[in-house]
DNA sequence: CTGAAAGCGCTAACAA
DNA sequence: TTGTTAGCGCTTTCAG
C-alpha cells in the first residue's frame, strides 16, 4: 500500500508538503507540486479513507437503514439518496436488515432511518447513548408522531384529498378505503380520506372502510395468519400488503359493498386486491375502479394498468440526504419537510360521467 | 464521545491496562478487569471502528457490490451473506450503483461483485492498481469465462439438465428455450438445453429456440427497442426481462411452434411469457407447460404458480461471504465453487402421461 | 501485572 | 515555502 510517506521519500520532500499538495492547502512550491501528483499517479496513490477519516472525525459515509428492500419503493429511495449524496460528496450505503447492534460499528457520520416506527425503537435502543444525527423518511404514516428527529414524508394528506378530489371529478362517491389497519389508526391516508368521505362527499365512512387487521375484522380467521397480526410490538417483519389486498376483493364482495371505486393503502395492496377482485368476477375498471397510492412501476404491468397516487421517492430520498448533510454541517433544519404527491393516472378508473 | 482514556482516567490506570481489560488479552487484575468494564459500562463507551481499523488494518467490513436492487434474486443472495458475515463477525454492506470509482473510498476488506461481466470490467478498470480481495457471485452465464478471481456460481449447467430430463419425465419431449441472448451465447442453460434436446430428445435444437435478442431475432425492430440491446458494452443497463418475455411470447405465437413446453432463461421472464401468451389464447399449462429458472417467492403470484429450477441464493450469498473471509485469512480457496440447484415444483408443468 | 512508547496514515498548527 | 510536531483512538511490545 502507497502512503503519503512514500511519496515524500521519492521526492525528496516531507509528508506534510506532500499532503498540502495534494489536498490543495497551504503553500507549496508549484514545481513541486506538479512533480508530487506525477510522482502520485505513478505510485497509484490512493488516501486511506480510513486513516482519513480518524484525523477529520468523520467518515464522508451515510447510511440508509431499509427495512425491506424487496420492496422497490425503498430502493427508489435509495437511489434518490445516492444520487444527492455523490453531489455532496458523501457515499451512500444501505443495510438491509434492522439489527441495531451493528451500527455503533459503522463508519458513518449519519442514519437514514425508514419510518417513525424504526426510529422511536432506534431512539429507545440504541439513539439514546449513542448519539448519531438521524433522519426519518416517513410515508406520512401517523399524524400524531412526535418529531423526535426531523423527518421527511410524502404529503400524503393533502395527497389523498387530491387522490380523491380526482375519483370525484371521475364521478365517484361511494370510494371505499382499503388499508392493513385499523379504523382509527392515525395515518394520514385513512384521515385525509375519512374527512374526505364525510364533509366532503357525505358518505358512511363506517360503511366504506375495509381495515384488513385483526381489529377491523373482529379477529376473523383469515387475517390471523398474517405473521404482523401475530405479534403486537415487531417492526421487523414485513408486511404482507399484496395478500392483504386479496383478502380485501373477498370481503368486499362478501359484504356486496356497492363503491364504484376503491382507494387502496398502497399499490402493493391495490394490484392483490386488483388480481383477486377480477377472479370474484368483477371487471376493471367498468365494474369497479381502483386507485393505488405509492405510483410504482409495477403497476403499470397490472391489467388494466393501475392508477395511483405517486410519491416522489427519488426526490424524497434526495431531500433526506440533503437534510441530513446540513445537520451534520451544523446549520440548523427545520423538523418536517413535505414531499408533494402527483397523480398517476393510467387505466383502472373509469369516468362515470361519460 | 468516550475513549479509552477517560476509562483509564476514571478508573486510574492506563490506557493500556483498559485496552487489556476490554479486548480481554495480556494480564490484567481481576478486580480492576471487573472495576473497568463496569466504567465502560458506566460511560457507554463504544469502542471506535475506525481508529480500530487504522490500527489492525482491517475493518471487518465487507461490500456487495450488487447490479441491480430490483431484482430480488440480488437481495435474496444479499441476505445470504449477511447472515454469513454476522456469524464471522463481519459487516455485509451493499452499494446498488455500479460506479468503481466510490470503491477506494470505502472502508472495506473485501469485494463481492455480481457476475463475470462487472468482474472484468472491474479488474479493467480498478483492479490492477487497487488490490482488495474480490470474488465473483456468478449466475454460470459464461461457461468459457477466465477464472480471473475465485467464482461462486448456481451449477446451472447440471441444473438446467435437471430440469430438462423432469420436464422428459412429465412427457415433454418439445421442450422450447427462451433467452435473452443468442444462440451462440455461452451460457450454460443455453449449452445444456442443447446438449439435452439434441443428444437426449433428438429434436431440432434451431427450431425451439427463441433467442430475443438483435441478433436471434435478425434486428426486428421489437427488440430493438429495448436499451440493452441498442448499446453493446455497457453492463450498467438493467436487463428488460419481463418485457422480453412478451415479445417471447408473441414470437411463439407467430411461429405457430409445436413445443409442449417452454423453459426460460429465468422467472421473470417466465412471468411477463406467460401473462402475455395467456392472453394470446394458450392456457397453462393445458395447452402450454412452463418452467422458469430462479425460484423466485413472486412465482407463486402467477396463475398458475410458476414450476421453476430454483437457485439456491441464500447459499450462494453465505459461500461468497465464506470464500472470502478464507481469502482475508490467507487461506487458499478453490477457483470455482458450484452451489446445486433444486426443482420448485409447483403448477405451470402439465404431465402429459396422465 | 502495569505503563510508557511507538505506530497505523493522515492533517494542521507552528516554528523555521 | 518547508519541516517538525502533536494528535485522531486504538493495540502491542517491552522494560519495569
New interface residues.
Given amino acids: 500500500m502507497v502512503t503519503r510517506k512514500d511519496i515524500a521519500n521519492r521526492a525528496g520532500v516531507s509528508v506534510s508538503v506532500v499532503s498540502r499538495a495534494l489536498n490543495n492547502s497551504g503553500y507549496v512550491n508549484k514545481e513541486k507540486k506538479k512533480e508530487i501528483i506525477k510522482i502520485a499517479d505513478e505510485l ?1 496513490y ?1 488516501p ?4 482519513m ?2 484525523q477529520q472525525q468523520k ?3 451515510l447510511l440508509y437503514y431499509s427495512k425491506d ?2 420492496n ?1 419503493f425503498n ?1 427508489e429511495l ?2 434518490g439518496m ?1 444520487e444527492e449524496a ?1 453531489k455532496n460528496g458523501y ?7 434492522l ?1 441495531f447492534d ?1 451500527i ?4 458513518i457520520d449519519g442514519i437514514i432511518l425508514p419510518n417513525q416506527y424504526v426510529t422511536m425503537q432506534y431512539l429507545d435502543r440504541i439513539g439514546k ?2 448519539h448519531l444525527p438521524v433522519v426519518t423518511a416517513s410515508y406520512g404514516d401517523d399524524i400524531y408522531f412526535p418529531a423526535a428527529v426531523p423527518f421527511i414524508e410524502s404529503d400524503l394528506f393533502k395527497g389523498t384529498i387530491n387522490a380523491l378530489e380526482y375519483l370525484r371529478e371521475k364521478g365517484h362517491r361511494k370510494i371505499a378505503l382499503v388499508t392493513p389497519y385499523n379504523f382509527t389508526a392515525n395515518n394520514s391516508r385513512t384521515y385525509a380520506w375519512k374527512y374526505f368521505m364525510q364533509y366532503e362527499l357525505e358518505e358512511n365512512i363506517e360503511k366504506y372502510f375495509l381495515g384488513i387487521s385483526k381489529e377491523s375484522l373482529h379477529n376473523d380467521q383469515r387475517v390471523l395468519c398474517f405473521e404482523e397480526e401475530k405479534s403486537e410490538n415487531d417492526f421487523d417483519i414485513p408486511e404482507s400488503f ?1 395478500e392483504k389486498g386479496m383478502l380485501a376483493a373477498d370481503i368486499f364482495k362478501e359484504r356486496q359493498l356497492d363503491a364504484t371505486a376503491v382507494l387502496l393503502f398502497n399499490d402493493e395492496m391495490a394490484i392483490g386486491f386488483s ?1 383477486h377482485i377480477k377472479k370474484l368476477g368483477y371487471t376493471i375498471p367498468e365494474d369497479l375502479s381502483i386507485m393505488g397510492i405509492d405510483g410504482l412501476e409495477i403497476g403499470q ?1 397490472m391489467e388494466p394498468k393501475l392508477t395511483s397516487l405517486e410519491i416522489q421517492s427519488r426526490i424524497m430520498g434526495a431531500k433526506c440526504v440533503q437534510i441530513l448533510i446540513s445537520i451534520l454541517e451544523g446549520k440548523k433544519e427545520k423538523c418536517a419537510t413535505y414531499v408533494p404527491t402527483l397523480i398517476l393516472e393510467r387505466e383502472s378508473v373509469k369516468n362515470l360521467l361519460e
Same sequence: chains 1, 2.
Avoid: C, D, F, W
Fill in positions: 497509484n490512493r486511506n479513507p480510513i486513516a477519516s480518524l467518515t464522508k459515509q428492500l424487496y422497490s430502493i435509495y437511489e445516492i455523490e457515499v451512500m450505503l444501505i443495510n438491509g436488515r439489527n451493528v455503533p460499528h459503522l463508519m447513548n449513542y399484496y388480481k404491468y
